[in-house]
């Protein structure tokens, strides 16, 4: 079967307060890592009353003390948000502390508004535009030294210098990840959960063009998805209404803390609304675990990822913890770990 990973947004809900959500993070990290979860991502996100961590780095490092086995990384780190050089030393660093056990994923979008990002960026960078291919290519120099000769930063040293980078991976939602990451023969992770391009054409695309590198010998696609698992379809459904009050909002540009289900069901849908979140359920994967993996397996079938990675952003902490493990029960990662 199929490994299994989690990203998580440290999500804020109207009954947890953000302090009380990354403490959640780091509860769940413990128990995916003692079901055989491969990866634990933590994304980077700013000014949303939704998300709790701006900082994956920071909470890499948390998780990283207090789990085993499982890897743990960003996706991801921001690129247009920070110095390259800073990215190099603080991953650097976590790879000399954890090593063998840390990822940097990367991505191209600020994560956050237009006013937040300028304060980001102010007093880093005036340039405009997108600079993601140049902020890439010099965060790899800090790893190969191939600086120009002459270049000022041939005298400056990424520290801890006897610990390298770790893997990096290319976060897309379109097929321009996937093509760079094939180009520059990195990993790829596809963010199905808000996609609006096809996840089998990037994985495809990603898997048939990709150029072995320094990075990486042979190509490995991640499919991130968003679902919901509980016992009975039913229970799954009254789990994701909240989800889909939040989708909801969202889309009108409302970033507010994940409602309850009690509030969720109790919210009056226009026809209009509805339809939208009909809509939104092509990438909301909700049932039993039986369900689920059917709905997931002509994905799989088709796209051929070579590890699924599913974010659950539900109410209730508890249940968020029963659907992964209803899930690794399904896949077989004990089965696994065993093995």
């Known amino acids: 079967m199929i490994p299994l990973s989690v990203l998580d947004l440290s999500v804020v809900t109207t009954g947890t307060k953000p302090a009380a959500a990354l403490r959640n993070s780091i509860d769940l990290a413990r128990h995916v890592d003692a079901l055989g979860y491969v990866r634990y991502w933590l994304a980077e996100h700013h000014n949303l009353a ?8 920071l909470m890499i490092g948390q998780i990283a003390a207090v789990t085993k086995n499982i890897r ?30 840390i990822d940097l994923g990367l991505g191209r979008a600020p994560g956050t508004d237009g006013a937040t990002a300028h304060a980001l960026r102010s007093r880093l960078d005036r340039r405009e535009g997108d600079d993601f291919l140049e902020r890439l290519h010099e965060l790899c120099l800090w790893e190969t030294r191939d600086f120009p000769p002459g270049h000022p ?8 210098d006897d610990a390298p980078l770790p893997p990096i991976w290319l976060l897309g939602s379109s097929d321009y990840s996937s093509e760079l990451a094939a180009q520059v023969g990195m990993g ?7 996609a609006s391009y096809d996840a089998i054409e990037a994985l495809t695309h990603y898997r048939s063009r990709f150029e072995p590198s320094g990075w990486r010998a042979t190509p490995h696609g991640i499919l991130a998805v968003a679902a919901v698992a509980a016992e009975t379809d039913a229970e799954a459904e009254r789990l994701a209404s909240s989800m889909d009050l939040n989708r909801l909002r969202r ?14 069901l109790a919210y009056r849908y226009s026809d209009a609304e509805r339809a939208s979140v009909a809509r939104n359920r092509a990438r909301l994967f909700v ?4 369900t689920i993996i059917a709905k997931l397996q002509p994905m799989i079938d088709a796209g051929r990822p070579d590890e699924l990675m599913i974010i ?6 508890d249940a968020r913890k029963k659907s992964y493990s209803l899930l690794a029960d399904a896949f077989g990662l004990a089965k696994q770990v065993a093995a």
């Open 50 to 57: 939704s998300v709790a961590s701006p900082a994956p780095d």
């Open 72 to 101: 743990v990384g960003s996706g991801g780190v921001m690129l247009p948000n920070h110095a390259p050089l800073v990215v190099a030393e603080r991953f650097k660093m976590l790879e000399a502390l954890f090593p063998g056990r």
């Open 153 to 160: 930063y041939n005298n400056v040293v990424a520290m801890p």
């Open 188 to 194: 790829f992770a596809f963010a199905h959960h808000f």
């Open 251 to 264: 889309d009108r540009g409302q970033f507010l803390p994940l409602p309850s289900v009690e509030e969720a």
């Open 287 to 290: 049932g039993s675990p039986a």
């Open 312 to 317: 659950t952003a539900v109410y209730d902490h």
